[in-house]
């Protein structure tokens, strides 16, 4: 896909979800981010501050296939992936989709649900696919599920299992806007909303082609081996209790290509690597409880880790040479 193409392709996106959502370019962008590696995204904050309107904007921005799950505590599995029902028509048993069988999922408040419920999506996130039955059904291509969730001290909820948060490649959260944003948002939204008026600016098969181009960005060996040195050095770290997983590494990775992407690079710099690792590593880190009571947290212990991790200079070398085409 041609440079210029892409970038157009994705500033018409970008300006569809900061048409709506005010005072968030870097949520939108981050989300966007997401999107184009083909990976799912967590959003996390107290309500009302915008997560859901985010999702559905970002949903609707593409025209695609989009569902929505609002998950409660009687939620079921098979309300989410969908069920085999007997037909005395026929004699034979049919399966009837759920919500999941959509290009972009959007989750609803996912941490009010039991662990149960939640752990009906693993397969979906992981392999883009649901097995009922002992049948496997393919999900739609791309797939991407936008989750919220609300702060786990409130009332009602869930912790999200470690297996679940570690499928999502990133997770953010949205913030209250400043000042003029909010003012903004007030005139805007006064009398009706502008997600009513959005219409879609990019289709399927452009988000594919989109992500192909994603695909073909150049990654080094000394990057790679940056990511690894990143990966280790989580999980030897003695505050940490459990450090990045080898598939947090590889959403690392992607993340960065999209970022470069993003950023109308073909290759991969230890810049971009940085500069998705809190997004994509924070929320599967978990400090040990003594260092959680002296005020520490994953996103500090991982900024002190990025500072101390030393770039080996040939990253940026390498990377120079592909950008000039030379081999």
Known sequence: MPSGEFAAAAQAILDAVNGVIDGKQETAATALM????????LLEDVPGVGKTML???LARAVHGSVSRIQFTPDLLPSDVTGVSMYNQATGTFEFRPGPVFANLVIGDEINRASAKTQSALLECMEEN?????????LLSAPFMVLATQNPVEMEGTFP???AQRDRFMARIAMGYPDRAAELDMLQAHQ???PLERL???VDTAMLRRMISTVHAVHVSDPVRE???????????????TLGASPRAMLHVLRAAKARAALGGQEFVLPDD???VAHSVLSHRLMVDRRAALNGRDAGAILKEILLRLPVDPAAGRESARRAAGVR
């Open 226 to 240: 940056y990511v690894v040195d990143l990966g280790r050095a989580t999980r030897e770290h003695p505050e940490i």
């Open 55 to 57: 999702a559905k904007t």
């Open 34 to 41: 997401v999107l184009l590696a083909q990976g799912h995204l």
């Open 191 to 193: 009398n009706s909303s």
């Open 160 to 162: 999200l299992p470690e």
């Open 199 to 201: 219409k879609p600016v």
């Open 129 to 137: 696919q649901v097995s009922v039955d002992g049948k496997i059904y």
């Open 273 to 275: 690597v940085a500069g």
